[in-house]
């Protein structure tokens, strides 16, 4: 079974230990270096429980941590719907080629409705491959790619509905 669970503050520090995989796994596209403790360390964590419009989850296969999401609210697009960003998204090698991504991405867009913006690096083709069957399939084909000035790649937006 695979779910998507509310961080509470409580368990941020095993966010923070995810996150220091996942931008472990993310060097290959993006080579950041550790600072002087060993660590990558993400500098908008605490911002999830300062701020208002930023949802963390952990995404669970039967019970297990398999990754984590990180969502935050843009403002509102011209229909004043709220805009959705996929700001981080992470799953285990161990749990990838077996729909757990999709499974949790497809959760998250059905809980929040709105308007979605989902960015990706030009050197990730993975990711790419990825949010574009993801999002082809959830959407149906209803989604576009843009790009923009102050972004190094493609960012597919779609309109979701709160499920």
Known sequence: MIAIEKIEY???????????????DF????PEDVNENGLYEYMYLDH?????????????????LAGFALVRELGTD???RTIYEMAEFFV???????????????????????SWRVAQLEANRPA?????????SYTKGACQTI???QWEGPILTFVTEAG
């Open 10 to 24: 409580e368990r941020k520090s095993v966010l923070r230990n995810l996150l220091e995989l996942y931008k472990y």
């Open 27 to 30: 060097t290959e596209y993006d």
């Open 48 to 64: 999830y429980w300062t701020e208002e419009g930023r949802h963390p989850y952990f995404i669970r296969v039967n019970g297990k």
């Open 78 to 80: 011209d229909r004043n």
């Open 92 to 114: 285990m090698k161990k749990y990838r080629q077996q729909k757990v991504g999709q499974h949790a991405a497809t959760a998250l867009f059905n809980q929040f409705g709105g």
């Open 128 to 136: 790419q491959a990825f949010w574009a069957k993801t999002i082809g």
């Open 147 to 149: 790009r923009e000035e």
